[in-house]
């Protein structure tokens, strides 16, 4: 069946890094565009970081452009973000998605498979 599994999340200070990791199984991960969306405490869950099939493209939230960065390996069907200069405001659960065709890559309904989420804390 269909894994994506999370992991790297922890607490850290303000200005930390980490770097999320996410295992994909059960479909054909190299023909999938992949996400990163996050959901805090009371809020919708938004868009982090995108990355197409080949990994030559990615996009970002406003927020965490030039600060966090998504990739890709298609050999070890896994898709990872590198989160530097982590702030409070960064703190939420972090989810990996899946999409194959449609939709707005940055909205949640365009995606077909979903992680369980990893959660990231950051104290200031």
């Known amino acids: 069946q269909v894994q994506l599994v999370e992991s790297g999340g922890g607490s850290v200070q303000a200005g930390d890094s980490l770097r999320l990791s996410c295992a994909a199984s059960?479909?054909?991960?190299?023909?999938?565009?992949m996400a990163w969306f996050r959901q805090a405490p009371g809020k919708n869950r938004e868009f982090v970081a995108s990355?197409?099939?080949?990994?030559?493209?990615?996009d970002y939230a406003d927020s965490v452009r030039g600060r966090f960065t998504i990739t890709r390996d298609n050999t070890k069907n896994a898709v990872y973000l590198q989160m530097n200069s982590l702030s409070p405001e960064d703190a939420a659960v972090y989810y990996c998605?899946?999409?194959?065709?449609?939709?707005?890559?940055?909205?949640?309904?365009?995606?077909?498979?979903w992680g369980q989420g990893t959660q990231v804390t950051v104290s200031s």
């Open positions: 990355i197409i099939a080949n990994g030559d493209w990615t």
């Open positions: 059960g479909f054909d991960f190299s023909n999938y565009f």
């Open positions: 998605a899946a999409r194959y065709y449609g939709g707005n890559y940055y909205e949640t309904s365009a995606y077909d498979y």
